[in-house]
T-cell receptor, first 109, second 113 residues
Framework: GQQVQQSPASLVLQEGENAELQCNFS?????MQWFYQRPEGSLVSLFY?????KQSGRLTSTTVIKERRSSLHISSSQITDSGTYLC???????????WGSGTKLIIKP | EAAVTQSPRNKVAVTGGKVTLSCNQT?????MYWYRQDTGHGLRLIHY???????EKGDIPDGYKASRPSQENFSLILELATPSQTSVYFC????????????FGSGTRLLVI
């Protein structure tokens, strides 16, 4: 079936370092979406990115459909960036989301 | 402010009991979703709905029923709760706009003992 592989599973960085998160997907998709899950559990949509590069502040999402991958880059990380980052691919067939298992990011002072 | 509100936030249920998780959205989205999240699995789709009166099975519907009596409300029902249904449940509303807008509730932590 359709799969989304997310890496790394966890990442520990010092404040100020850059983070690179990856998702690889196994099938044709409509778009890749990135979400942030706060430590207390709530989910926030970060990017809807069907292809190419999108930027929002210190966050940049790049999706390359031909290579079946999407990345999330966080520059100059801050302690408040800590949490779990989830990618989800949106299927062409029915617009359902297939989720990766997440990257837990810990930013240390 | 448009939002998705779930209730209860926390629930302890006994095995074999009935549990109803409620979700209300003020986004006026047609689509609503119920997911569960377990360590190592990400989010898995249980049921979804395209509008009032419709419910569709997701990837893991066994042991769950759903009800969408109105545009705003979408419930998840566990008729006979089991310990394997201990999880965190998220409700979401979504719409196929240019940016594919999704909004999530804060989650319900369910413990079945």
């Amino acid at each position: 079936g359709q799969q989304v592989q997310q890496s790394p599973a966890s990442l520990v960085l010092q404040e100020g370092e850059n983070a690179e998160l990856q998702c690889n997907f196994s099938t044709s998709l409509n778009s890749m979406q990135w979400f942030y899950q706060r430590p207390e559990g709530s989910l926030v949509s970060l990017f809807y990115n069907p292809s190419g590069t999108k930027q929002s502040g210190r966050l940049t999402s790049t999706t390359v459909i031909k290579e079946r991958r999407s990345s999330l880059h966080i520059s100059s990380s801050q302690i408040t960036d800590s949490g779990t980052y989830l990618c989800a691919m949106e299927l062409w067939s029915n617009y359902q989301l297939i989720w990766g298992s997440g990257t837990k990011l810990i930013i240390k002072p | 402010e448009a939002a998705v509100t779930q209730s209860p936030r926390n629930k302890v249920a006994v095995t074999g009991g009935k549990v109803t998780l409620s979700c209300n959205q003020t986004n006026n989205h047609n689509n609503m979703y119920w997911y569960r999240q377990d360590t190592g699995h990400g989010l898995r789709l249980i049921h979804y709905s395209y509008g009032a009166g419709s419910t569709e099975k997701g990837d893991i519907p066994d042991g769950y029923k759903a009800s969408r009596p109105s545009q705003e409300n979408f419930s998840l029902i566990l008729e006979l709760a089991t310990p394997s249904q201990t999880s965190v449940y998220f409700c979401a509303s979504g719409e196929r706009t240019a940016n594919s807008d999704y909004t999530f509730g804060s989650g319900t932590r369910l413990l079945v003992i």
